[in-house]
């Protein structure tokens, strides 16, 4: 039996991010009824869910939470399979980021499931923007209470009752906003997340009096994988105030991320370096950590704001990337 978490006061930043939408067929919607308080090993399910995509709604802390699930073609319920968590950037959504990552393309070849989740709307009518956001504790604006953390650990008791899930291979990535609530998740659900994965994210917020809101103190080691562009105005690499983006936010810098897991996961020594041929992906892995966790940082030199694909100007696949990261990783 694990121990929940429960999520300490926090508020979400506002971070401006173009969302891609695609158009999904909803060939399964479903209301779940309120998950139990407890997460338990996932078991083969009485009826087996057919492979396929379903637009998704469970109830969480009294509040009806939608998502996206996508269920791989190899999966017959025989076989417990791994799970992947995906959170949008601010404004965007769970169908933008179907299209946005090609997650389901890595799905159906390595056969896992994956989850695409929604936050819930926010608005800053200061700096004149709402759009859907995350609860990850940087900053007031937003003045939201939603418990984003309970969500993902009911969602996950949830869908261990619709799914066979392999619990020891359970994962979160996430985009910006997102991003940063994949942070917070890696620091107060390492007993339920095997890995993170954070793209173009932050571990640190100024407010107004310029003091620094960050992400809460890691309660256990944790795989950590960051992706980081160096041409990102929104959240720049080397921290400080952004030039883009709704309220041109002062930030840390990736390698205040970088210190931050290393220092939470007890890394030591150097990390081992890599650069590929271009010259444009710069790799550098901690591996010497506690608990055989790991983290592993890309740098992509003109990176900017983005999910970077092979198909885009980065020629760097951060889903590709990701899988090969989760697929190393699992809890004991």
């Not at 399964?28 to 396929?52: D, L």
């Not at 890599?274 to 940082?297: M, P, R």
């Amino acid at each position: 039996m694990r121990k929940k978490f429960w999520l300490i006061s926090s508020l979400s930043v506002l971070v401006a991010v173009t969302a891609c939408v695609s158009t999904l067929t909803p060939t399964v919607e479903q209301t779940a009824p309120p998950p139990s308080s407890q997460i338990t090993s996932s078991a083969p399910p009485a009826q087996v869910m057919k492979p396929g995509t379903y637009p998704q709604k469970i109830q969480s802390g009294g509040v009806v939470r939608t998502y996206i699930l996508h269920v791989p073609p190899g999966y017959d319920g025989a076989k417990a399979l791994p799970l992947v968590f995906i959170l949008h950037g601010f404004g965007g959504n769970a169908a933008g980021m179907v299209k946005l990552t090609a997650m389901n393309d890595k799905a159906d070849q390595e056969n896992f499931f994956v989850a695409y989740l929604n936050g819930t709307q926010a608005t800053n009518a200061a700096k004149g923007a709402s759009g859907m956001a995350w609860n990850n504790g940087l900053t007031p604006d937003l003045n939201m209470t939603v418990d984003d953390v309970a969500f993902v650990h009911d969602l996950l008791t949830h869908l261990e009752g619709q799914l066979y899930i392999d619990s020891h291979r359970v994962y979160a990535a996430g985009f910006s906003n997102g991003a940063m609530m994949t942070h917070r998740l890696g620091a107060e659900l390492p007993d339920l997340l095997a890995g993170v994965a954070v793209v173009e994210g932050t571990v640190g917020l100024a407010q107004s009096d310029e003091t620094f809101s960050t992400t809460p103190t890691p309660v256990g080691p944790i795989a950590v994988m960051i992706i980081h562009g160096k041409q990102d105005m929104n959240l720049p690499y080397n921290g400080g105030q952004a030039t883009q983006g709704a309220g041109k936010l002062l930030t840390k810098s990736a390698a205040d991320a970088v210190a931050f897991w290393t220092q939470a996961d007890g890394c030591t020594g150097t990390p081992q370096q890599e650069t590929s041929g271009n010259g444009n992906v710069i790799k550098q892995d901690y591996t010497n950590c506690a608990a055989g966790t790991e983290v592993l940082f890309y740098t992509i030199v003109n990176g900017a704001h983005e999910w970077p694909t092979l198909q885009g100007h980065t020629k760097f696949s951060a889903t590709d990337a990701i899988w090969d990261f989760f697929s190393k990783h699992a809890l004991p």
